[in-house]
């Protein structure tokens, strides 16, 4: 079983930053996994925000969010982060990470095996 938590999200004017973070627990999680970030608004599909890979050294954004967003990860503390700037008030949604094993950048929800609560980021205009 693997755990996932976000936290960090919240209410931000637009311009604004905020940086989300995912902790990571469980018997069979593994720091080779995958990760990804992403997100969903009311009222519309869960979107692909951010992957990355196992070691850092692979990252893969949405165009949405390229040059604002930066996704990272720290595998001794077992959590990945996002780090969200210059927000708008499309950047509106729940934000989820997922997790999965592998070897590529995936950016389909179906192709990860798990799934955090989610957190809440409100851009205001």
């Known amino acids: 079983q693997v755990q996932l938590v976000e936290s960090g999200g919240g209410l931000v004017q637009a311009g604004g930053s905020l940086r989300l973070s995912c902790a990571a627990s469980?018997?069979?999680?593994?720091?080779?996994?995958?990760m990804g970030w992403f997100r969903q608004a009311p009222g519309k599909e869960r979107d692909f925000v951010a992957a990355?890979?196992?070691?850092?050294?692979?990252?893969y954004y949405a165009d949405s969010v390229k040059g604002r967003f930066t996704i990272s990860r720290d595998n001794v503390k077992n959590t990945v982060y996002l780090q969200m700037n210059s927000l708008k008030s499309e950047d509106t949604a729940v934000y989820y990470c997922?997790?999965?094993?592998?070897?590529?950048?995936?950016?389909?929800?179906?192709?990860?095996?798990?799934w955090g609560q989610g957190t809440q980021v409100t851009v205001s205009s």
């Open positions: 990355i890979s196992w070691n850092g050294g692979s990252t």
């Open positions: 997922a997790a999965r094993s592998g070897a590529y950048l995936y950016i389909k929800g179906r192709e990860y095996d798990y």
């Open positions: 469980g018997r069979t999680f593994s720091s080779y996994y995958v």
